[in-house]
């Protein structure tokens, strides 16, 4: 399983231990839609809850430097659904930083996958 492949199976499974050993300690993801920046414990946090379910979540672009992938997204407020495209810096084979691109979609589109 590669990096990616781990992170992925983290989110979507909600399997903590995979996110540990694939997160770089110093860890952070960085949101342009709300200009804040969380680190490791707070993501992982995030992610072993049920704010938001990802469909056809898959790798675009994979290599030692940089990981690429995009996901429809579903919210548990049920008001707002996004296609997102998450950019992963990797350092020393873990994941050192994440940048996400959001778009705004209706829920149809979702219901349709």
């Known amino acids: 399983m590669t990096l ?18 694939v997160l770089h300690e110093d860890y952070k993801f960085i ?14 946090k995030l992610c072993m809850g049920n704010s938001f379910t990802n469909y056809n ?3 675009i672009y994979e290599n030692d430097e940089i990981g690429i992938d995009h996901a429809f997204i579903t919210y548990l407020s049920g008001d707002t659904s996004e296609a997102c495209l998450s950019v992963h810096v990797i350092k020393n084979g873990k994941i050192i930083s994440t940048e996400t691109g959001a778009t705004s979609i209706s829920n ?6």
Request: net charge negative; hydrophobic share 30%.
């Open 4 to 21: 990616m492949e781990k992170f992925l199976n983290g989110i979507n499974n909600k399997i903590e231990t995979d996110l540990n050993e």
């Open 31 to 44: 949101s342009h839609q709300n200009n804040n920046t969380s680190n490791k414990s707070e993501i992982i």
């Open 57 to 59: 979540h898959r790798i």
């Open 108 to 113: 149809e589109v979702i219901k349709g996958l």
